[in-house]
C-alpha cells in the first residue's frame, strides 16, 4: 500500500512540475 502512496505522490509531483514549468514558459512569452 505504502508503494501505491510513494508512486501516486511521485507522479503528482512530476505532474506539477510540468505544470509549473509551462506557466513559466507562458508568462515569458508574454513578457
Do not use: E, N, P, Q
Not at 2 to 30: D, R
Request: aromatic share 12%; no cysteine.
Amino acid at each position: 500500500m505504502s508503494g501505491a502512496i510513494a508512486y501516486v505522490l511521485m507522479y503528482g509531483g512530476a505532474l506539477a512540475l510540468a505544470f509549473g514549468l509551462y506557466l513559466t514558459l507562458k508568462a515569458v512569452k508574454l513578457i
